[in-house]
Antibody, heavy 120, light 108 residues
Framework: EVQLVESGGGLVQPGGSLRLSCAASGFTFSSYNMNWVRQAPGKGLEWVSYISSSSSTIYYADSVKGRFTISRDNAKNSLYLQMNSLRDEDTAVYYC?????????????WGQGTLVTVSS | EIVLTQSPGTLSLSPGERATLSCRASQSVSSSYLAWYQQKPGQAPRLLIYGASSRATGIPDRFSGSGSGTDFTLTISRLEPEDFAVYYCQQYGRSPWTFGQGTKVDVK
């Protein structure tokens, strides 16, 4: 069974930093591209970042480019999101998500999410 | 950036009725890269359709997707009680990937 478990969320002041982790199990993590998607309270979904299986290709939403860094450790079956210079508008539930297959990247498997609150 | 506009914002229907949800893109989207998701309160999204018309594993055949270019449609042929939720379209053909703002299907 595919499992994605996010951690690392919490309360942080504006301008602060936080590192999210996503522990993957039940599949060959090193073969799959991965994503972070967020959802502000009461709002819609916003794609945040994508990383290919080998980390060779990385994309970011314009809203986080230059502040967030996605990375992965295939030996540890883990995905990360380093978030710096956090703003109030970064407050959201952050989900990690995996594609249908190694080639079909629409998001079939999702974690339960971790809440990040940016507030003074 | 490709902007996805979903309509209507809210669709009020009764169980058994047909639901037709629209997703319009600001630029052409390859049909291979358009997905639909369902989300219920407090839950992660659930993939329904990928590649514009392929149902994900375990999705009932009352859900169908169609369209190409800039106009895509999700159809629920006969609404079941568990189908009342928010639905999002997403394009993942060109970075940055983008979601529509969502259509809420609620009980009339």
């Amino acid at each position: 069974e595919v499992q994605l478990v996010e951690s690392g969320g919490g309360l942080v002041q504006p301008g602060g930093s936080l590192r999210l982790s996503c522990a993957a199990s039940g599949f060959t993590f090193s073969s799959y591209n991965m994503n972070w998607v967020r959802q502000a309270p009461g709002k819609g979904l916003e794609w945040v970042s994508y990383i290919s299986s080998s980390s060779s290709t990385i994309y970011y939403a314009d809203s986080v480019k230059g502040r967030f860094t996605i990375s992965r450790d295939n030996a540890k079956n883990s995905l990360y999101l380093q978030m710096n210079s956090l703003r109030d508008e970064d407050t959201a539930v952050y989900y990690c998500a995996r594609g249908v297959t190694t080639l079909i990247v629409s998001l079939l498997h999702w974690g339960q999410g971790t809440l990040v609150t940016v507030s003074s | 950036e490709i902007v996805l506009t979903q309509s209507p914002g809210t669709l009020s229907l009764s169980p058994g009725e047909r639901a037709t949800l629209s997703c319009r893109a600001s630029q052409s989207v390859s049909s291979s890269y358009l997905a639909w998701y369902q989300q219920k309160p407090g839950q992660a999204p659930r993939l329904l359709i990928y590649g514009a018309s392929s149902r994900a594993t375990g999705i009932p055949d009352r859900f169908s997707g169609s369209g190409s270019g800039t106009d895509f449609t999700l159809t629920i042929s006969r609404l079941e009680p568990e189908d009342f939720a928010v639905y999002y379209c997403q394009q993942y053909g060109r970075s940055p990937w983008t979601f529509g703002q969502g259509t809420k299907v609620d009980v009339k």
